[in-house]
């Protein structure tokens, strides 16, 4: 493994593609998302199995391959055992992987939620950008709304970036780019004692100052023939952005992979990704801007 | 059924109106003083009370606040209900995923922002309760040092909220990194503080003693995790069907009393089930912000202003004053604080200066060392010399902080 390819790589083009697959029901939805995402990124393809691998297991997939029309040159099938998690995110290290799509449920029950689905804790354990689709279909349906979070990261340009890559490659014409703005203990401290003009400037003030920050963010970007949207929505970061694209129907939603790895407390006090990873409000990006 | 009689109801009226009005009056002056409020509210309270008004014109303090009828009963059954309140909106504001999400200068600036106080308060209590005026059988001196520890541990988040959001400081890493930090010391002290009542009266062995502290874990553990979920399901379907705001007003205070009154039942204390309670209920994303609001607006106007003047009422400031215990307790308070909390700050990636502005941003105690301190007064804990000294010690770190960090803080250099 070559790992210094792999550090300070730029998020975007998708070189390599990689789709984790499992023979469940959905098996011939993602391969059908898969082709789609090759095709449109012109990326090669790698199609991982973590499992046991039997006669049974690969005439059916031999068949769903031929049936969708892979590009043999372009694509690669690697079967391998061992845990699914740890297989999968080693096999992604050691193939340069620039986005892994997998499926995933909306929601999952919660002993699941707590003990960690094999998509979601890939989602939170990837040294690459990650796709997850909540409905894949064998006629993968067109994106067209996607919105991101313009959280004030150093990540967030290469989210931007990333999206701009990304919405050019599926021709959409514009981006949203959600401002969260959560002000902890901001209701007890006006309780406390503030005249209703006091507050007002504050509120006034501080989404000026948020707004500058982000406007600061997109001018480092390069985005021509995009239109970009800039909305604000109050409440906790993570649940603010996902309660937005579930009630507005978005098709996306682009974040900045965590800054730190997420474990079983984050769920215990869900914040940030894991509100979005607890209940998917739409297909979701995270991206690994390796910086 | 005990009632109060024509005159007593009276009575009760007059004395509530009187505390509510000149506690405004008085806030009012603090604020464009630019002072923490509850400096206001004591302030008038100590006025109003024996310390002043009780010293002049006696009759006038007891047509007011004739506390040794039945009106005193009913005063101080409306102070301890408040007590409660204040707690619950307290631990409303803590949240768990802010702590989290500052990572270990967060969690270096809680810890040794209480481990280093909490010692030194312990330390000086211990070996040398005789600077505090305290003589004490060997287990009422263990629980009255433990006390003194949680005492200077101890951090005010409505204080400090305000005092950073005045110096623009707020929507910066330190910040952000103080908020949590007193989150975290607010729920350490009052967990801390509950176990000091638990284990009050004497002959406890030590099952009983562990079986308390399994209670107050267990029980906290429980309502942030199951509690707080099914609260997370209830919430939407209470602010949608239910009326608006008075559903889910009534069902939070109601899950407020029943908690508190369940720790209370333990042995614990009803301020740490209102505290608990706070949290499972604000910390829920669901819950709206409007009515985060109105609960805030209730409590802070019309039950802190009740709680904070009762206090004067019912001390005697004056004759309580002892300067060397309020100077020893203020020396205690600045160096535990000043220590713990920069030195944490320091490992965790701030520069001195700014390490030194989170121990004076952590510094400040304000309202809720003031309850804590007359919790520990009901309880017998402490007296009336400490007390006053823990209040004076409270307003002085409060009053402090926002000129010390204006100094050594510049909000033009945003962290984030």
């Known amino acids: 493994m070559d790992v210094f390819k792999l550090k300070k790589r730029s998020s975007y083009p998708f070189e390599t ?14 391969l059908y998302e898969a082709k789609h995402y090759a095709d449109t990124f012109k990326s090669n393809l790698i199609l991982i199995h973590a499992g046991e691998k039997d006669l049974k297991k690969e005439e059916t997939f031999d068949t769903l391959f031929n049936q969708i029309g892979f590009n043999k040159v372009k694509t690669k099938v690697i079967w391998m055992n061992g845990d699914p998690t740890e297989t999968i995110l080693d096999l992604c290290k050691l193939n340069i992987v620039d986005l892994l799509i997998l499926g995933a449920l909306e929601k999952e029950n919660l002993y699941k939620y707590y003990v960690g689905s094999i998509a979601r804790n890939i989602s939170r354990r990837a040294k690459c950008s990650v796709l997850l689709l909540t409905s894949p279909s064998v006629a993968p349906k067109k994106i067209k709304k996607v919105v991101l979070n313009g959280t004030d990261n150093a990540k967030t340009v290469h989210t931007i970036n990333t999206s701009i890559y990304f919405a050019k490659a599926e021709k959409i014409k514009e981006l949203t780019i959600v401002q969260e703005i959560d002000m902890p203990t901001f209701t007890m401290t006006i309780a406390e004692g503030s005249t209703n003009s006091e507050v007002n400037k504050i509120k006034k003030d501080m989404l000026a100052e948020e707004s500058q920050k982000l406007h600061h963010l997109i001018d480092k970007c390069y985005c021509p023939d995009i239109l970009i949207n800039i909305k604000s929505v109050n409440g ?4 603010a952005i996902s309660n937005y694209a579930k009630t507005k129907n ?26 979005i990873l607890a209940d998917l409000p739409c297909n979701l990006l995270i991206v690994h801007s390796r910086v | 059924m005990f009632k109060l009689n024509h005159t007593e109801f009276i009575g009760l009226l007059v004395a509530m109106g009187t505390m509510l009005i000149l506690a405004r009056l008085s806030s009012e002056l603090a604020r464009r003083l630019r002072i923490p409020i509850v400096a206001g509210e004591i302030f008038i309270g100590i006025v109003l009370g024996p310390s002043i008004l009780g010293e002049f014109s006696s009759s006038t303090f007891n047509f007011l606040f004739p506390l040794k009828s039945n009106v005193g009963i009913a005063l101080d059954g409306i102070t301890q209900l408040s007590a409660v309140l204040l707690l619950f909106i307290a631990g409303m504001e803590v949240q ?65 909220a305000k005092i950073l959001m005045d110096t623009n400081l707020f929507r910066t890493k330190l910040g952000m990194v103080i ?10 002290g009052w967990l801390i503080f509950s176990l000091i009542i638990s284990l009050m009266g004497t002959g406890k062995s030590w099952s009983v003693i562990l079986l308390d502290i399994s209670i107050i874990i267990g029980y906290g553990v429980f309502m942030l995790t199951v509690g707080k979920k099914l609260i997370d399901k209830s919430l939407p379907w209470i602010q949608k069907k239910l009326s608006w705001p008075g559903g889910v007003l009534s069902l939070s205070l109601g899950v407020c009393f029943f908690s508190a009154a369940l720790t209370e039942r333990l042995g614990i204390h009803a301020v740490l089930g209102a505290f608990i309670a706070g949290i499972a209920i604000g910390d829920s994303v669901k819950l709206n912000e409007k009515a985060r609001e109105i609960i805030h607006q209730f409590i ?111 909000p033009r250099e945003k962290i984030v």
């Open chain 1, 17 to 30: 593609i990689a789709v984790a697959f499992a023979f469940s029901p959905r098996l011939e939805n993602l």
């Open chain 1, 236 to 239: 906790k970061p993570g649940y």
């Open chain 1, 250 to 275: 978005y098709d996306l939603l682009v974040i900045n992979s965590p800054d730190s790895q997420l474990g079983f407390f984050d769920r215990i006090f869900t914040h940030d990704t894991e509100y």
């Open chain 2, 96 to 160: 768990m995923q802010l702590v989290l999400r500052q990572g270990k200068a967060a969690v270096y600036t809680s810890f040794l922002g209480m481990v280093i106080p909490f010692f030194i308060g312990w330390y000086f209590a211990f070996y040398f309760p005789n600077f505090f005026g305290m003589q004490f059988k060997d287990d009422e001196k263990f629980l009255f040092s433990l006390f003194m520890g949680t005492a200077m541990s101890i951090s005010a988040l409505p204080v400090i």
């Open chain 2, 179 to 188: 908020i949590a930090s007193a989150m975290l010391n607010d729920l350490v």
């Open chain 2, 300 to 410: 802070s106007n019309v039950f802190a202003p009740l709680f904070f003047v009762s206090i004067g009422l019912k001390i005697n400031f004056v004759e309580n004053f002892n300067l060397n215990i309020t100077l020893i307790i203020l020396v205690i308070a600045y160096s535990g604080k000043l220590i713990g909390a920069s030195l944490g700050a320091k490992l965790g990636g701030f520069s001195n200066k700014e390490s030194l502005a989170v121990g004076f941003g952590l510094n400040a105690r304000g309202a809720m060392e003031i309850i804590l301190g007359t919790l520990a007064l009901e309880a017998g804990l402490i007296n009336e010399v400490i007390f006053v000294a823990l209040v004076i010690m409270a307003l002085v770190t409060s009053i402090t902080s926002g000129s010390a960090l204006k100094w050594l803080a510049n």
